[in-house]
């Protein structure tokens, strides 16, 4: 099956700084890929989706300028959480759609965020 | 507004026995319908999924029944074994949106041996 590598998959950050998380489509090509956030014990929340090449399209609610998404080629997507605070520690997840395919999202593994 | 509601929210089946997970969705532009498996500390992976065309879809020991008069679709684990432990999440797409998944709340589910 494709594989979606998701990296790091833990870190911890000082409060104020900023953090980037990579996904990458590794056997395929990507055209839209997704970002969730999920709290311990609840379901996973779409931050936004990405499309090669053009603006990250963000849910509502979501802050564009605190979460920044950049997916400059197809197998490539990042999630810059800039100005880190306590409550933005959380799990986030990518997935990734296969160019071609209309419906299957692989996911990444995840990251663990944690800002202290 | 809840667009997937899932039930039940935690369920424990003893080994052998039949895991039976229900969704309910509200939007009729849905048109795929998956399921996936998480355990703690990893993401999702993609179990089972099943278009409004049909009616029941079976993988191994996984079911997905569909009713789209009722706008319901279940999973059921069939020889649930203790490795099936996880949460499930049942979740919703439509091809106008990016097919971005709108997901349920999740079971947790557990299976004692």
């Known amino acids: 099956g494709a594989v979606v590598s998701q990296h790091p998959s833990r870190v911890i950050c000082k409060s104020g700084t900023s953090v980037k998380i990579e996904c990458r489509s590794l056997d395929f090509q990507a055209t839209t890929m997704f970002w969730y956030r999920q709290f311990p014990k609840q379901s996973l929340m779409l931050m936004a989706t990405?499309?090669?090449?053009?603006?990250?399209?963000?849910e509502q609610g979501v802050e564009k300028d605190k979460f920044l998404i950049n997916h400059a080629s197809l197998t490539l997507s990042t999630l810059t959480v800039t100005s880190a605070h306590p409550e933005d520690s959380s799990f986030y997840i990518c997935?990734?759609?296969?160019?071609?395919?209309?419906?299957?999202?692989?996911f990444g593994q995840g990251t663990r965020l944690t800002v202290v | 507004q809840q667009q997937v509601k899932q039930s039940p929210q935690s369920l424990i089946v003893q080994k052998g026995g039949i895991s039976i997970i229900n969704c309910a969705y509200e939007n009729t532009a849905f048109d795929y319908f998956p399921w996936y498996q998480q355990f703690p500390g990893k993401g999702p992976a993609l179990l089972i999924a099943i278009r409004p065309d049909v009616s029941e879809k079976k993988e191994g020991r996984f079911t997905i029944s569909f009713n789209k008069s009722a706008k319901q679709f279940s999973l059921h684990i069939m020889d649930s074994q203790p490795g099936d432990s996880a949460t499930y999440f049942c979740a919703a797409s439509m091809r106008g949106s990016n097919y971005k998944l709108t997901f349920g709340k999740g079971t947790l589910l557990t299976v004692n041996p």
């Open positions: 990405s499309n090669e090449g053009s603006k990250a399209t963000y």
């Open positions: 997935s990734a759609r296969v160019r071609g395919l209309n419906t299957e999202a692989f």
